[in-house]
């Protein structure tokens, strides 16, 4: 055994001995645990965002904003155990005179097991070491066992510190929470293949999702893995409203395209438009906004290496056309906004058009007609996001649109853009294949706590042993379904 | 192409135009054709019974019941849809005044798309062409192509004509159901590869369900499988309550091992307890009971004979002895109950021990002390149901085995037996690996709708266009999630 395996080892043994007690504790010490963590992370001085400025090249502000997003989320998901949202708490009484004679039955949604999460690189606080999926595993119950991601270690380090404090305040077992450096793809192949690991979050490439589906799936044991693998976010001018104001519609898609280097998942890197005036005047502007882009630095140079490489590769393909690239040229590691064209003709015949460029890339697709756009819509593959920039009259005309694009993702958006996700109980973020690994779970908001969890029946279990949302009096107060009524009422047997 | 495949193809294509059409349907349309479905099954006449027990040796009793069972399922996912509970829906109001502004996110679950069915040759009703899983994917919104169980081909001929009746008289397009027959497994295959197909229902052996999971993760578009496999249901015997009835415990328990002929997925196979004059006891009176069962025809040939050699492969492993078999010899295609008994050393070492033998076989754990108990449950493999025959002081006492019984099981069951499952919106009927391929989900009560859907996000959507279920006025007074309470009010914006 390598130091690495001896190392996983006892890791992972003491997630799982932190598994068995960590469920002996009541929903409100984990509540207390994910709020001391939150009051940890709020307290992490400059440290924080000057280490992570200078590992991931993301501003300050953008960085302070992050942060804070962070802090939501554990305070956010802590809400959402205590109100017993994440348990979906449901009771059917005992029907002793009924031939045959009905049990009593209970269901409540326990924790799967220790989960692996790997964090993202472009979201070093929301989406990595202390991000939404470690946040939502805690809220469900599992111990967690973070891979550091290689792209900012030390401001991993500063958060994986603050959720150890954490634990340790909150009287938590130490195996709650492990942080670990994998130096190869065999490492991280390792924690995912163990017998310990019951389920894995990721943020990331549609490559490193899919190659964790797949380790996952060869286990003896196979187990689920929510990975949230990025997206193009069809964008689709509808003529009414782009007739009316194309122009600005045009500014307003390019601050989109370039917030944050275009380095989001839902980042609008697809714009699908019948062709005519009112599409010539939207690029004739977006060109202007393009060419006045500056170029900044991106997260690090293999992003920044891998936005040309995979852009080129989109450019090169038969029929497109580059339009506009920022003016300046781009520095080493910095990203160059550019927009290129193609024709629905050419779109419909080649899936390569349809890769993710990570970057300040959009590719605008030129139909012809309605009809075109209509069938670029049916070829677009599973998306986070799909947003229509639209009239009420324009969604009233194309509603066979409308609902082939709401097959195609997991949010729609009406005059809107999806970058910015709000982190609420009604946010789904994820969506169909290949943009997350199972459509139907979110990584963002509330509910991506159900992702570590699944559901457990008591039948006829005495009161006295069974889990405080299931007992008679109903002491957390939650809201649980009794007898096919939602109510908050104590059950009188 | 052959036949069959050119049929297929021509079968997918409707349940595709029908998928785009029902989802223009409005949720009370898709009720009353669930409940048109229901009067459509019950007003089956004497023909149905008849047919079903020619098919599946199952007495008029249990068939009649089973019928009623059926019907149920189809109204009480039909009101379950009716009341929103299949939907989660949830509305979090815009905020514009915050910086940023909070825009307006809604939330429901959508229909995945159609859905292939496999039906289970042990109840040729309730989990077969118009069970379960087609019950909960229609009420889901999808539609459903059922591969018909080759056990009950006449059986399931006069239920799918049944749902085809529902279709035509709720103005249901007829690609919304279709039922066909596969001749080999590449036909099955072909179902489950085919890219029309979003999800798949399945109740049957582990082979079967594990055969279905592999075609559907080597597809291009992987897709949920909901595949039920079975189990061997332990039943642990607790000290203090085996002492106060061990003989009792041995009858009950003798029922429900035999009950139809032990052909249920709850069938409590396996039976774990500490040495010592109770469970001498208790075994002494089980072996009578086993003595004196009279041998009862099993499903079909098939089926007995897998019985036989299965139960063959599991006595001939070291250190299993028979302890009683049915005095009455079995006919050709009957079921003979049958006990055996292994040491905890033995079981322990020998994974074979814990194959499920299809029928009324059971294999008594003999632990010298709680420990090997402890460890014998520590050893058993993912199960539907755990069972404890206990006093709550032995409940008190064992809190660290409950825990781990807990870990092991979607429906924990004290002093009852696991077999009759109730159809609730408590019910778990699902469990960890490899009782069922994914533990989070349920295919019995009413939340098995959601194996079929998956939520779908609106941001800033007009309000006229939004489904009904997310509409201010909440038109369908369902219980809606409104900025993180439960509310049935409309929403005022």
Redesign the interface.
């Known amino acids: 055994m390598s130091i690495f395996q001896e190392n996983l080892e006892s890791t992972l043994q003491k997630a799982q001995e932190a598994f ?1 007690t960590i ?2 504790f009541s929903i409100a010490k984990r509540v207390a645990f994910m709020r001391a963590v939150a009051d940890e992370i709020e307290a992490l001085g400059p440290e924080l965002i000057d280490t992570a400025r200078r590992e991931s090249n993301l501003p300050e502000a953008r960085l302070t904003g992050e942060k804070g997003r962070t802090i939501f989320q554990w305070r956010s998901y802590a ?1 959402a155990v205590e ?1 017993g ?1 994440s348990l979906d708490a ?3 009484t005992a029907n002793p005179t009924r031939t ?1 004679p ?2 009593d ?3 409540t949604n ?1 924790a ?2 220790p989960a692996a999460v790997f964090g993202a690189s472009n979201f070093p606080f929301a989406f990595s070491t202390a991000g939404g999926d470690t946040a939502s595993a805690i809220a469900a119950g599992c111990p967690v066992i973070v891979k550091a991601h290689p792209g900012h270690p030390e401001t991993s380090q500063l958060m994986a510190d603050a959720i150890t404090r954490g634990v340790e305040k909150s009287g938590f077992p130490k195996g709650t929470f492990s942080h670990i450096f994998c130096e190869t793809n065999e490492e991280a192949q390792a924690l995912v293949s163990h017998p310990v690991i019951k389920a894995v979050g990721f943020t990331g490439s549609n490559r490193g999702g899919l190659a964790l ?1 797949e380790i996952a ?1 060869k286990r003896h ?2 187990i ?1 893995v929510f990975a949230e693998m990025g997206s193009i976010n069809p964008v689709f001018l509808l003529p009414e409203k782009l007739n009316a104001a194309a122009s600005e519609l045009a500014k307003q898609y390019a601050g989109s395209l370039t917030l944050g280097v275009g380095q989001f998942c839902t980042n609008p890197g697809l714009v699908i438009s019948e062709e005519g005036a009112a599409l010539d005047q939207f690029i004739d502007t977006l060109e202007e906004e393009i060419v006045k882009a500056l170029p900044a630095p991106m997260l690090n140079s293999g992003i920044a290496k891998g936005y040309k490489l995979s852009r080129e590769k989109v450019v090169g393909q038969a029929g497109v056309n580059v339009l506009a690239t920022a003016a300046t040229q781009a520095e080493d590691g910095f990203g160059d906004a550019t927009v290129a064209t193609v024709s629905a003709v050419d779109f419909l015949i080649n899936d390569t058009l349809q890769a993710e460029v990570f970057g300040p890339f959009a590719l605008i697709i030129k139909c012809r007609n309605a009809d075109e756009v209509l069938q670029a819509a049916s070829k677009v593959h ?1 998306q986070l996001t799909a947003t229509l920039l639209a009239t ?1 009259g324009d ?2 005309q194309c ?1 066979e649109l ?2 082939v694009i ?2 195609k ?8 853009f999806p970058t ?1 996700v ?1 982190v ?5 973020h ?1 969506g ?3 943009s997350s ?6 990584s963002v908001g509330a ?1 991506a706590i ?1 992702r570590f ?10 009161d ?2 069974l889990p405080e949302e299931l007992k008679n009096a109903n002491p957390l107060g939650i ?1 649980r ?1 009794v007898d ?1 009524e ?1 109510s908050k009422e104590a059950v009188s047997v």
Chains 1, 2 share one sequence.
């Open positions: 068995v469920n002996t809400e109100k949202y449901s009771i059917d045959p009905k049990p039955i209970r269901k326990v799967l097991g589906v799936s044991e196979p689920p599973g009420t969604i009233a509603q409308v609902a709401q097959n993702c997991g949010r729609i958006i009406f005059n809107n910015g709000e609420c109980k009604s946010m789904h994820g169909p294949f290949p690994s199972n459509s139907q779970y979110t509910d159900k969890t699944r559901p457990l029946s008591f039948q006829n279990w005495p006295e042993f809201w379904n096919n939602l």
